[in-house]
């Protein structure tokens, strides 16, 4: 079965400064990892997702992540935060289903990422 | 493109009442899914559709849960006698059965059990 770890419950940076939210994975089989973000009173929102193409993947709103097999870890970093990018994130992950298609999520339990000014 | 829409967006409703609640999809998507997420917890899957036919269902989907999608468009989840931990967001989210395509989720549909 797969599962999510991430670390960290609440993060607070300052706005300009490096944001680092961290996932581990567990998986037998070559994962599919996201990461969505959550507004207050908004649906999920897909920022970047891994499917065993390149490893630094790049997403919306100047947020990357990076696979890394050895460390099972996906964490999603943004250089410079900014005060917008308040919200919850939540790091998933799925595999095959049915042959080619992703199947269901398994989703960590989220960090909230506060940003001061 | 008018995204993923569930209706109603809040629900409260008393101990031992049944509730339903509704999930459009994206039109052209095949593919439908239902997750749970309490406070503090990330979503958790509950069962998903291709088309009309549920393929899988969760554990935590009790005898009171059940879901439709009849005519593989709209899709509904309903829960008989209401408990007080059934208190959750109810998700939807839909996507194409096609490789490695993205589910969208919709906004939610909150329900509070008194």
């Known amino acids: 079965a797969q599962s999510v770890t991430q670390l960290g419950s609440h993060v607070s940076v300052s706005e300009g400064a490096l944001v680092l939210l961290r996932c581990n994975y567990s998986?037998?089989?070559?994962?599919?990892l996201f990461w969505y973000v959550q507004y207050p009173n908004q649906g999920l929102q897909l920022l970047l997702k891994?499917?065993?193409?390149?490893?630094l993947v790049k997403g919306i709103n100047g947020f990357e992540a990076e696979f890394k097999k050895s460390e099972t870890s996906f964490h999603l970093t943004k250089p410079s935060a900014h005060m917008s990018d308040a919200a919850e994130y939540f790091c998933?992950?799925?595999?095959?289903?049915?042959?080619?298609?992703?199947?269901?999520?398994?989703f960590g339990r989220g960090t909230q990422l506060t940003v001061w000014p | 493109d008018t995204g993923v829409s569930q209706n109603p967006r809040h629900k409260i409703t008393k101990r031992g009442q049944n509730v339903t609640f509704r999930c459009d999809p994206i039109?052209?998507?095949?593919?439908l899914y239902w997750y749970r997420q309490t406070l503090g917890q990330g979503p958790e899957f509950l069962t998903y559709?291709?088309?009309?036919?549920?393929?899988?269902k969760s554990r935590l989907l009790s005898d009171r849960f059940s879901a439709e999608r009849p005519k593989g468009s709209f899709s509904t989840l309903e829960i008989q006698r209401t408990e007080q931990g059934d208190s959750a967001m109810y998700l939807c989210?839909?996507?194409?059965?096609?490789?490695?395509?993205?589910?969208?989720f919709g906004p939610g549909t909150r329900l509070t059990v008194l």
């Open positions: 989210a839909s996507s194409l059965s096609s490789t490695l395509d993205t589910q969208y």
């Open positions: 998986s037998s089989v070559p994962p599919y």
């Open positions: 891994y499917t065993s193409a390149a490893t």
């Open positions: 998933a992950v799925s595999d095959r289903d049915r042959g080619s298609t992703l199947g269901r999520l398994y």
């Open positions: 039109s052209e998507h095949n593919r």
């Open positions: 559709f291709q088309n009309e036919a549920q393929l899988e």
